[in-house]
Each structure stands twice: as structure tokens, then as C-alpha cells.
């Protein structure tokens, strides 16, 4: 099947620096991509969708200036979390999609992030 | 808006024996889709199964089957045979409507495997 990969797949970093986490489809387009949080014990939460070329659609309550995402490419999603803080250490993962088929959706492997 | 509902956080299941996990679901979309999903403690989401709800059969996918009752907006995993790398979190999610839009996931149900 498909394959999206993350990297990195943990990152630890001292509190007020920033964080870029890079998704890539290997072998499909993804046109779509979704960002997702997942806090210890709790389930995923949508951060932002992304498609190609254009801006990102965050959540409500998800600050677009922290959480910088750029789809520039159809194989290539970028998070950063800019200035991150302690409260930001969570699991990210990203979901590719190809198209509108509900069938052709792919998570990638996740980034553990720890702010020290 | 969608919702899904998980309404056990964990369960345990002796291995070789069948284990049913709960969802619900609310939508008001006439066409969606369901999945479910495992995520060992590796973290990473591992795709087990996927429900269309125009789809007349429910799914099947190998020890994995789909118990889809539409009237009653359910979708219950049912695992057959459960081995002890069946431990992990279960996740159901579902998907409205068409084009570009996000899984919405429930909160999840541990499953302990014992041998």
C-alpha cells in the first residue's frame, strides 16, 4: 500500500526554539494533507487541513502563527511549531490523502515531541 | 458536525477468543464513510478496516469484520481469534460527506489480549 513518512520521528528541544516536521507521500500525490495532535491517553485531534498550493484551514483554537504548515509540493507537507513551549510536547502525525477517495488515505509514522 | 462515540475505554479478551468493540456514530451527512484503526504503543496508525454507508455488506478484513447496523448508527469491530499482538489502542473514526474532509475519531478503546 501507500507510504507516507515522517520525519523525525522524535525530537526533543529546549523551550522557545522551533520544530519542523516533514511529511512526504512516496508513491502517490498527496492533495490533501491533515495534521493531527495526539496528547497522551487521548485520542487525535485535528490540528489543520492543507492542500496543495493554498493556505492551510486550521482548527478552532489551534493558533496558525504557532503552527506553521506548508504544502507546497504534492509530496511534501511541512508542520513547525515555532517557539515551542513545554505544552506543546505531543504526538504529531499527518494523514495523506490522494483526491476525494475515502479509501486512499494514509497516516504517516508520527513525530513524538518533547519540550524540555 | 460528526460525532463518534467509544463508549468503553478498555477491554479484556482471553487470545483465541472474539471481542466486540463499540462505536457510534451522528451525522447528518446522507453519504460517509467508517474506519477503524489500530495504534500500538509504537503510535503509529495502522488501518484495520473501512465501512461505506451505501455499502450493502458489511466489511470484512481477514480476523477483522465490520458490525454495521445503519438504523442504529453503529459500527462494532468484531475481532475473531484475538492474538496477544491484538493489545493495543482502538480507534473508530469516521468521515462525512465527500471531497477533502478530516476523520473525526472517538476516544478510543484499550484492548488487553491475556493469555
Known amino acids: 500500500g501507500a507510504v507516507v513518512s515522517q520525519h523525525p520521528s522524535r525530537v526533543i528541544c529546549k523551550s522557545g526554539t522551533s520544530v519542523k516536521i516533514e511529511c512526504r507521500s512516496l508513491d502517490f500525490q498527496a492533495t490533501t494533507m491533515f495534521w493531527y495532535r495526539q496528547f497522551p491517553k487521548q485520542s487525535l485531534m485535528l490540528m489543520a487541513t492543507?492542500?496543495?498550493?493554498?493556505?492551510?484551514?486550521?482548527e478552532q483554537g489551534v493558533e496558525k502563527d504557532k503552527f506553521l504548515i506548508n504544502h507546497a509540493s504534492l509530496t511534501l507537507s511541512t508542520l513547525t511549531v515555532t517557539s515551542a513551549h513545554p505544552e506543546d510536547s505531543s504526538f504529531y502525525i499527518c494523514?495523506?490523502?490522494?483526491?476525494?477517495?475515502?479509501?486512499?488515505?494514509?497516516f504517516g509514522p508520527g513525530t513524538r515531541l518533547l519540550v524540555l | 458536525a460528526q460525532k463518534i462515540t467509544q463508549t468503553q475505554p478498555g477491554m479484556f479478551v482471553q487470545e483465541k477468543e472474539a471481542v466486540t468493540l463499540d462505536c457510534t456514530y451522528d451525522t447528518s451527512d446522507p453519504s460517509y464513510g467508517l474506519f477503524w484503526y489500530k495504534q500500538p504503543s509504537s503510535g503509529e496508525m495502522i488501518f484495520l478496516i473501512y465501512?461505506?454507508?451505501?455499502?450493502?455488506q458489511n466489511a470484512t478484513e481477514g480476523r477483522y469484520s465490520l458490525n454495521f447496523q445503519k438504523a442504529r448508527k453503529s459500527a462494532n469491530l468484531v475481532i475473531s481469534a484475538s492474538q496477544l499482538g491484538d493489545s493495543a489502542m482502538y480507534f473508530c473514526?469516521?468521515?462525512?460527506?465527500?471531497?477533502?474532509?478530516?476523520?473525526?475519531f472517538g476516544k478510543g478503546t484499550r484492548l488487553s489480549v491475556i493469555a
Open positions: 465501512q461505506g454507508s451505501y455499502d450493502q
Open positions: 492543507s492542500n496543495e498550493g493554498s493556505k492551510a484551514t486550521y
Open positions: 494523514r495523506g490523502q490522494e483526491g476525494a477517495a475515502q479509501e486512499t488515505q494514509y
Open positions: 473514526a469516521m468521515r462525512g460527506g465527500s471531497g477533502n474532509t478530516p476523520l473525526v
